[in-house]
């Protein structure tokens, strides 16, 4: 199996609570098709570099899954359909880091949202 890591953002129209569901749900979908995801963070409601679909801000999150590619694919294919997914980024790695996500790094708010 290899390594992803999956970045997600959602519409800034749908709450916090929403969108943290929908990326628990793109989790659970990966651990149903054999997969494991080994992290899974909320980066918050953040401005976007350009306007996409008349919005300036979206949800971040981001997710490292272990699995195959039928499973990635899989996902992919679900993210594309999803309407409340704006855009996605998958990128292969060669190991996963013990430390929060670069948005965390310079940051008091990873204390927030891991407790």
């Keep these: 199996m290899a390594l992803y890591e999956v970045t ?3 519409r800034q129209d749908v709450p916090k609570a929403d969108a943290n569901k929908l990326a628990d749900s793109y989790a659970k979908l ?3 098709l054999g997969g494991k995801v ?3 963070e ?3 409601l ?3 570099a350009y306007i996409i679909n008349k919005s300036r801000k979206g949800h971040y999150s981001f997710l490292a899954i272990d699995s195959d590619a039928t499973a990635l694919k899989e996902l ?3 993210l594309r359909l999803d309407e409340n997914v704006v855009r996605h980024l998958t990128v292969r790695v060669e190991a996963f880091t013990d430390t929060p996500g670069a948005v965390f790094q310079n940051s008091s708010s990873y204390e927030d949202s891991a407790a």
Excluded: D, F, Q, T
Aim: hydrophobic residues 35%; glycine residues 12%; charged residues 40%.
């Design 38 to 40: 080994e992290k899974n």
């Design 8 to 10: 997600l953002i959602i």
């Design 76 to 78: 992919e294919r679900k």
């Design 30 to 32: 990966v651990g149903e």
């Design 42 to 44: 909320y980066w918050g």
């Design 46 to 48: 953040r401005n976007l």
